[in-house]
T-cell receptor, first 111, second 113 residues
Framework: DAGITQSPRHKVTETGTPVTLRCHQTENHRYMYWYRQDPGHGLRLIHYSYGVKDTDKGEVSDGYSVSRSKTEDFLLTLESATSSQTSVYFC??????????FGPGTRLLVL | AQSVTQPDIHITVSEGASLELRCNYSYGATPYLFWYVQSPGQGLQLLLKYFSGDTLVQGIKGFEAEFKRSQSSFNLRKPSVHWSDAAEYFCAVGETSYDKVIFGPGTSLSVIP
């Protein structure tokens, strides 16, 4: 299995609070992604990164920001969490030659 | 815009029976196509992928899929289902192997003993 960890694995927070999720990889892959998974929608891309400090928006980026200061870490921040951001968040990585490999996910509940 | 549809939200099959999960995509060129499986509480695992060449691709766990350009389909098949195959299955399409990948809504598979 690809070396991808996500932290925290579970989080409960209140509306309006900031939340940061971390994705850490040990594969030295160039590309990293953040998805959210909701019933009936499959996975939807939030943001992705194609290198250190190089990021771009996905299809559901509103309310989210990302940062990548090191190859191994990709942070997803909810500046002011809302109940609609309750979801399961997955990080993925790719070396650009093969497909994406996924982390174990983070369950976020916004009350 | 790229899109992926999986017409079956939920499928139930008996153990030992054959399985076919449907996937249709909308894309202007020949896309990169993937099937992923997600067991309860787990992340996604790649079953197989199609980039080019032979339109029948073999994957892990005894799965195969066939790319049919004329039908814009990439259906997943398995000749004999095992109880451990019960999971959520996602079809996905991308412009390249690492580009933004669009996922279908998923098909939930239940296996009856």
């Amino acid at each position: 299995d690809a070396g991808i960890t996500q932290s925290p694995r579970h989080k409960v927070t209140e509306t309006g609070t900031p939340v940061t999720l971390r994705c850490h990889q040990t594969e030295n892959h160039r590309y990293m992604y953040w998805y959210r998974q909701d019933p009936g929608h499959g996975l939807r891309l939030i943001h992705y990164s194609y290198g250190v400090k190089d990021t771009d928006k996905g299809e559901v980026s509103d309310g989210y920001s990302v940062s990548r200061s090191k190859t191994e870490d990709f942070l997803l921040t909810l500046e002011s969490a809302t109940s609609s951001q309750t979801s399961v968040y997955f990080c993925a990585i790719s070396d650009g030659l093969e497909t994406q490999y996924f982390g174990p996910g983070t369950r976020l509940l916004v009350l | 815009a790229q899109s992926v549809t999986q017409p079956d939200i939920h499928i139930t099959v008996s153990e030992g029976a054959s399985l076919e999960l449907r996937c249709n995509y909308s894309y202007g060129a020949t896309p990169y196509l993937f099937w992923y499986v997600q067991s309860p509480g787990q992340g996604l695992q790649l079953l197989l992928k199609y980039f080019s060449g032979d339109t029948l691709v073999q994957g892990i766990k005894g799965f195969e899929a066939e790319f049919k350009r004329s039908q814009s389909s990439f259906n997943l098949r398995k000749p004999s289902v095992h109880w451990s195959d019960a999971a959520e299955y996602f079809c996905a399409v991308g412009e390249t192997s690492y580009d933004k990948v669009i996922f279908g809504p998923g098909t939930s598979l239940s296996v009856i003993p």
